[in-house]
């Protein structure tokens, strides 16, 4: 079984990748602080709790002989959708703030070590699960 067909591993997958995609938008804006009538952009965050409810719906696998097994999927393709600025921070047009691009990238990259380090406490326990047998 891959761990990208685990709801838990999924949904910290589809997390990750927000988060990773949304580092490369505000990199994006601080590369852009002098540039005129740039319109600083943000990654809209979705709903990772209807995220995580959707893919741990069964969905109904088809077989095509009689010894396959019936077995549970689910989906959580996902598309961010990038959202603009519509603040004009200076007479330029410029609608970056350095200060608050740069509070954005430290609480991206939180986010991503307590994300990763979830990621590897649920390792830990598959580990765990899957060295010990079960006794009873």
Known sequence: MALES??????????LGWLNDRQRVLAEN??????PAFRAKDLAQPNFENLLRRSME???MKTTAGQHLQGI?????????VKE?????????NSVGLEAEMM???QTA??????SNLYKKGMGMLRIAISRPGRG
């Open 104 to 106: 954005k990238v430290a």
């Open 85 to 93: 600025n519509d603040d004009v921070g200076d007479k330029s047009g």
């Open 30 to 35: 601080v590369s852009n602080a002098n540039t």
């Open 6 to 15: 685990m709801g838990y591993f999924k949904a910290l997958n589809t997390r």
């Open 58 to 60: 069964p969905v109904a």
């Open 73 to 81: 999927g689910s989906s959580m393709d996902v598309k961010f959708k």
């Open 110 to 115: 939180a986010d991503h070590e307590l994300m």
